[in-house]
C-alpha cells in the first residue's frame, strides 16, 4: 500500500512539473470576418480565387486523423496567402492566424509544395528554341 502511494506522489509531482495546460485557440474565418475588399486588401486574392485554389489543392492539405485539432486545409491555405502576401515573419502571420510559429511555418511549405504540384497545368515552355543570335533576343533596338 505505501509503494502504491509513492507512486501516486511521484506521479503527481511528475504532472505538477511537466504537464502544461492545452490552450485551445479561437481561429478567426477570414471569409466571414472580411468583407471582399478587405480580404483582397489582406491576401491579394478574391475570395472566388481562393476557393478555387483550395479546390485544386484540399487533398494534399487534409491529415489523416483529427487527431490534436488539425488545421483545417482553408486555414492552411490562408495562413500561407497571407504569409505570401505580406511578405511578414511567419511569427506574425502566426500570431494573426491564433497558431504557434513552427505550426505557420510547415503550414507555409506544405501550401507552397501543393501550389507547386501545379505548375505543369499552369507553367508551359516554349519547345521552338530560337538560336542565341536571333533578332528577338537582341537589346540593340531598346533606347536608354
Known amino acids: 500500500m505505501d509503494s502504491r502511494l509513492s507512486d501516486e506522489h511521484l506521479f503527481l509531482l511528475y504532472l505538477a512539473k511537466y504537464d502544461r495546460p492545452r490552450h485551445l485557440r479561437d481561429r478567426q474565418n477570414p471569409f466571414e470576418k472580411f468583407d471582399d475588399r478587405q480580404?483582397?486588401?489582406r491576401l491579394w486574392l478574391t475570395k472566388a480565387t481562393t476557393l478555387a485554389l483550395l479546390a485544386k489543392i484540399e487533398h494534399y492539405l487534409?491529415?489523416?486523423?483529427?487527431?490534436?485539432?488539425?488545421?483545417?486545409?482553408?486555414?492552411?491555405?490562408?495562413?500561407?496567402?497571407?504569409?505570401?502576401?505580406?511578405?511578414?515573419?511567419?511569427?506574425?502571420?502566426?500570431?494573426?492566424?491564433?497558431?504557434?510559429?513552427?505550426?505557420?511555418?510547415?503550414?507555409?511549405?506544405?501550401?507552397?509544395?501543393?501550389?507547386?504540384?501545379?505548375?505543369?497545368?499552369?507553367?508551359?515552355?516554349?519547345?521552338?528554341?530560337?538560336?542565341?543570335?536571333?533578332?528577338s533576343l537582341s537589346l540593340r533596338h531598346v533606347c536608354l
Open 62 to 135: 487534409e491529415h489523416p486523423s483529427d487527431r490534436n485539432q488539425p488545421l483545417p486545409p482553408i486555414h492552411q491555405l490562408l495562413i500561407a496567402l497571407r504569409y505570401y502576401a505580406t511578405r511578414s515573419f511567419q511569427l506574425v502571420v502566426a500570431n494573426l492566424a491564433g497558431v504557434s510559429k513552427s505550426t505557420a511555418c510547415r503550414t507555409v511549405d506544405k501550401v507552397l509544395e501543393a501550389i507547386a504540384g501545379l505548375r505543369s497545368q499552369y507553367v508551359v515552355f516554349p519547345r521552338k528554341i530560337l538560336p542565341t543570335n536571333h533578332p
Open 39 to 41: 480580404f483582397i486588401e
